[in-house]
């Protein structure tokens, strides 16, 4: 080894990295009607708002996924944690839509406010941006907290359209890719 030391540090990061991932969220931000009991402890943590877990949870998303909602080959932190955080990550996007009232429809508009346009776009931090039907297909089956079937209804016809303008853009076929997307994305919320 060259480095032994360097290879000691990067194992622990990738150890801590690991056990962050698969603790997330470390707390659950406010909301009304939630008592946080401790004792008479004092909480000395930041909790987070709704909003900023949300910019966490789609950030940490673009850095552990391919573009096509597959995990990265090697990720810091192991494949493993690094699924189950996606997995987990799925439910808490409903989460936030259906109990701290995040709309879904307006994730991409939130997160430019955030970052910034530019940022969004490069890291891919919108879900508008997920552009493989799979990964929106299994995010509209999630049982876990579940916005309103309108709603999703709604978000499914804005991806569609987002699809068909960015395969337009691309040189793709914006019709076909339109109705594929359609279709399927009705036969999940079927």
């Given at each position: 080894?060259?480095?032994?030391?360097?290879?000691?540090?990067?194992?622990?990061?990738?150890?801590?990295?690991?056990?962050?991932?698969?603790?997330?969220?470390?707390?659950?931000?406010?909301?009304?009607?939630?008592?946080?009991?401790?004792?008479?402890?004092?909480?000395?943590?930041?909790?987070?708002?709704?909003?900023?877990?949300?910019?966490?949870?789609?950030?940490?998303?673009?850095?552990?996924?391919?573009?096509?909602?597959?995990?990265?080959?090697?990720?810091?932190?192991?494949?493993?944690?690094?699924?189950?955080?996606?997995?987990?990550?799925?439910?808490?996007?409903?989460?936030?839509?259906?109990?701290?009232?995040?709309?879904?429809?307006?994730?991409?508009?939130?997160?430019?406010?955030?970052?910034?346009?530019?940022?969004?776009?490069?890291?891919?931090?919108?879900?508008?941006?997920?552009?493989?039907?799979?990964?929106?297909?299994?995010?509209?089956?999630?049982?876990?907290?579940?916005?309103?079937?309108?709603?999703?209804?709604?978000?499914?016809?804005?991806?569609?359209e987002e699809q068909s303008a960015w395969a337009q853009s691309d040189g793709g076929s914006p019709e076909l890719s339109f109705l594929s997307a359609g279709r399927r994305l009705g036969e999940s919320l079927a």
């Amino acid at each position: 080894e060259v480095c032994p030391l360097l290879r000691t540090t990067l194992g622990r990061f990738e150890k801590a990295l690991g056990a962050w991932l698969c603790d997330w969220p470390g707390a659950e931000p406010k909301r009304r009607g939630i008592v946080r009991g401790g004792g008479g402890a004092v909480v000395r943590h930041h909790t987070p708002t709704a909003e900023e877990l949300e910019l966490e949870l789609y950030t940490v998303l673009a850095i552990i996924c391919e573009p096509d909602g597959s995990m990265l080959a090697s990720v810091a932190g192991g494949a493993e944690s690094s699924e189950q955080f996606r997995q987990l990550a799925m439910g808490w996007i409903f989460k936030l839509a259906s109990v701290y009232r995040l709309d879904l429809r307006q994730q991409p508009e939130r997160m430019s406010d955030a970052v910034g346009l530019e940022v969004v776009a490069r890291l891919g931090l919108s879900v508008l941006s997920w552009h493989h039907e799979d990964r929106v297909h299994e995010l509209l089956r999630c049982p876990f907290f579940r916005p309103p079937e309108r709603d999703l209804q709604d978000f499914a016809r804005r991806w569609a359209e987002e699809q068909s303008a960015w395969a337009q853009s691309d040189g793709g076929s914006p019709e076909l890719s339109f109705l594929s997307a359609g279709r399927r994305l009705g036969e999940s919320l079927a």
